[in-house]
Structures are given as C-alpha cells and as structure tokens.
C-alpha cells in the first residue's frame, strides 16, 4: 500500500477548505481534448487540410483554410460511432449529427488580380469530442494482497482525524453507529483494508462536447490568406461506473457511481496561409486558438451494497465552476500537383498542465490552487501530428487516406488525487497512452453537388487502476472504436 504519510500530504493539499468538489487532472484532459470529427473529407484526410484549405471543417483548426474557397458551400455530415461491447445497459454504438454549416464566398471583383479578391462568412456546428466509451475489465494481480478498501481506509483514518467527513469516507466507514462492513473495524489503530481475491469494474461513458464556429476570411492576391473563427462550446459529459470487489473475509462489496458536467463556452481561432512562391502551388500556415473558457455544472452519486443488501447511497447537489483549456498552436503545410493529387501535414502542440479550474466570483480560491497544483504535476504537453492525401483517377472522383498521432497527456507514473473531504466516491483511473487514428475515405462530385463517405480507426492502449496502489501492477486495456461517416454537400 503506498505510504500513509503520502494520503496526510493529500489530505493537507485537498483537505485545506472544506470544501466539496470533484474536478481534477483526469477530467480536465477529458474536456481539453478533441476527436478527429468534421465533414467525410475532412476526417478522410486526417484533418490535415489547415493549409490546404477548401473544406467547411477547416474553419476549427486553420481559419484562413476557408478563405481558399471560390464558390460558396453548404454540406451536412453523419456518422456511426461503434465501441466494441456497450457496458452499463448502454448500447456499444451510437448515431451521431456529426456536422452541419454553410459558408458563402464573396467575389470583390477585382479585375487586377492583385489586392482583395475574396471575402468568406461561415457558419459551422461540429461535434469536438463523442465521449462513448465502453469498458469491461477483470481487475488483475489483486492476489489475495491487494484491495480498494486499503485506500478507503486511509481516507477514512484522515477524516476520523480531521473530524471532517467526504461522500466517500461517510458511506464507507462507521459513522454514527452504522458499519458497512467494507473496513475492518476492530483494529486498534483506526480503520483498516481488508485484501481481496478478485475484482471486476464496468464504466459508460457518453455524452459530447458539440461547437458552432462563426468564420470570417480574406484572400489577397490568392497568395496570403487570413481567417478568424468564433467557437462557442456545449458540453454534456455523462459517466456510470460498477466496481465489485470479493475480499478474503468472504464479503462482496459493490460501489456504483456515476458523475454529470455540463458546461458551456467560447474561445477564438486566428490563422494564417501563404504561398510563398507566387507560381507554386505550395502552401504553408500557422494557426493560433484561445483558450476555452468554460462555464462548467457538475453533480455525482454513489450506492454501495454488500452481499447484494443494500447499506447507503448518496446523491450530491450541483456545482458551479470555471474551467479554461491550454492554448493551442498549429503549424501546416499543403501541395498540389495538377488537379489530381494533394497532400498536407499538420502539427500542433498543447500544454495540458496548464489546464486552470477557479470558482464562480473567486470562491473556493485555496481549493482550486491545490488542484492546479496537482493538474501541473499529473498532466503534460501534448502533440499532434496529422498526414493525409488525396487523388483523383478521374475528375469526378476522389481517393483519401489520412493519418493521425496523439501523444499521452500524462506524466509518467500519474494517479488520481482523492481527497478524503470531497465529494469523489471513484477511486479508478487510467493512464491512457498515445492515440493512432487511421482514415480512408472517397468523394463523388457531380454539378455542384458532392457524396463523401469515410472510415476512421482510432487505437489506444491504456495502464488502469482501480484503485491507488504504488505496488499493484496495471490491468491492461484499450480504447479502439471505428467510425463510418457520410457528407452530403452542395457548392453554389
């Protein structure tokens, strides 16, 4: 079991206000990150088209990308989003609206050439993030030696001690008489864990973080290209979660959990493309976004049965908070050859520990540094790097393929703060490794009207922990769903 003195230090960090919160490092990486989501194209290519431009979806990464349009655009976008076994009652799959925008093209009429020759407005919901997730996992290496219930316990010792009770420690712990029977109760020394055989842990997730981008862009002299977007955010972010646990003593406990945030917010989006060789085709950019400022709302509870009777539950109210993500920096690069073949890079690069909680009207001031703090030491830059290509055999037709690599957003070694006066009932937590995403795709046009479908595989691996434990080894899972999707546009 890691070192008691190590769960005083938390609880003098956590402890200091008391307070009841649930935000920390692990859902602020959650909320700060994105999927690979927009038109069939878009996804089809990697997303690698900031300096490629011509694409509606290209308003969210590289803004001036839209300022490469001619024509005006109107497309809609839909998806199925699988992810392996449902868990929790909830199905595996899920049909998702997954873009819909429109953007007109204003020709300036300049005969010259030179000068402004094109300003572009658009509009564009996209979906940032679908957070369907399954997970099934039989908790290995407990070896009769290890247990949740040691955690628990000196969560629960700290709250004895402070005379200051969390939702956690309350409903596991004698408290005013009642046992529940997870702790052992009889030790001299307070409150004691109890090893366990075997463990099983199920979690659902779902929910999305959809925005709409309001986008303004210039051509001039179809060599430098500016844009500028406004993304106003929405997110629903729901989680269920299932841990049963069979301890030496012969008793089964079993802790169901599940956690609401909704939140909304706004940032902006400043980019920049250039053909720095006027008769080439080749194109650079760079792009900068704000930080998302969220308004954020969360409530969770908790019900835990020993031996299937029911012993408590617990329900906590609302809270309101801030949450801002990092800045965010892009750089891309485009080339065409002929009217056939195209092909973009793209990188970008975030400081997920500088995610930043603070309270409605400077509330709760000391609490929200702590959890900064512990955010700054648990989570990392993050890197971005998108590839994808396209060609076309015959005019009417388009061939793509993409390619997406996320760095983890973890520090080597992270685990999950609990604090033993908060409102957290969950232990678990995964240090998730990098994300691999693989895209093909294809597009008819015909007229002005255009058919894109593509496909997306996205891999990730994972190191999961039921519990905090310095000597238990991780339970090994993945994260590897598939997408198909369709694009309906027409250019006007």
Request: proline share 2%.
């Amino acid at each position: 079991m890691k070192a008691f003195s190590k769960y005083i230090l938390l609880g003098t960090l956590m402890g200091a206000t008391a307070v009841a919160h649930a935000q920390d490092s692990y859902d602020a990486q959650t909320m700060a990150n994105s999927d690979l989501n927009g038109t069939a194209r878009f996804v089809a290519m990697g997303g690698a088209l900031g300096a490629l431009g011509g694409d509606i979806s290209v308003m969210s990464t590289n803004p001036a990308g839209t300022a490469m349009y001619r024509k005006s655009d109107a497309a809609v976008s839909v998806s199925e989003l699988f992810n392996g076994k449902g868990a929790m009652s909830h199905d595996g799959t899920r049909f998702s609206l997954d873009q819909g925008g429109i953007l007109i093209a204003f020709d300036m009429d300049n005969p010259t050439n030179e000068g402004l020759q094109f300003v572009n407005f658009g509009i564009n919901y996209q979906k940032k993030r679908n957070f369907l997730s399954n997970q099934l996992t039989d908790v290995k290496n407990l070896n009769d030696t290890f247990s949740q219930t040691f955690q628990i316990a000196d969560l629960c010792n700290l709250s004895y001690n402070n005379n200051y009770w969390g939702t956690l420690t309350d409903m596991s712990a004698s408290k005013d008489g009642v046992h529940t029977g997870i702790l052992d109760e009889t030790g001299e020394y307070g409150y004691a864990g109890i090893p366990a055989h075997d463990a099983y842990y199920e979690k659902a997730t779902y929910g999305a973080n959809s925005q709409a981008d309001i986008n303004l862009s210039f051509n001039f002299n179809d060599q430098f290209f500016f844009g500028a977007s406004i993304g106003v955010y929405d997110i629903k972010y729901d989680r269920e979660s299932f841990y049963q646990e069979g301890g030496v003593d012969g008793n089964v406990y079993d802790f169901t959990n599940w956690y609401r945030t909704e939140g909304d917010g706004f940032d902006v989006k400043l980019g920049f493309i250039c053909r720095p060789i006027e008769d080439s085709p080749f194109r650079f950019g760079f792009s900068v976004h704000t930080p998302i400022w969220y308004r954020m709302t969360d409530s969770n509870g908790a019900s835990l049965y020993l031996n299937d009777e029911f012993v408590t539950s617990c329900a906590n109210s609302e809270y309101d908070y801030n949450f801002r993500t990092p800045w965010k920096f892009g750089i891309n690069v485009g080339h065409t050859i002929g009217q056939n073949f195209a092909i973009g890079a793209e990188y970008e690069y975030q400081d997920l520990s500088t995610c930043h909680y603070s309270g409605i009207d400077g509330n709760d001031v000391s609490y929200f540094r702590n959890t900064n703090a512990i955010t700054k030491q648990t989570l990392k830059g993050q890197h971005t790097v998108k590839v994808g290509a396209e060609f076309k055999p015959i005019e009417a037709l388009s061939l793509r393929l993409g390619y997406n690599f996320v760095s983890s957003p973890f520090k080597k070694d992270a685990f999950r703060t609990i604090g033993y006066d908060g409102i957290y009932t969950e232990t678990d937590y995964t240090n998730w490794g990098p994300t691999n995403r693989f895209t093909a795709g294809l597009g008819y046009r015909y007229k002005g009207g255009y058919f894109d479908i593509a496909y997306q595989y996205q891999m990730q691996k994972g190191d999961f922990y039921a519990f905090d434990d310095v000597n238990l080894a991780p339970t090994k899972i993945s994260n590897n769903r598939s997408q198909i999707m369709a694009t309906l546009g027409f250019r006007f």
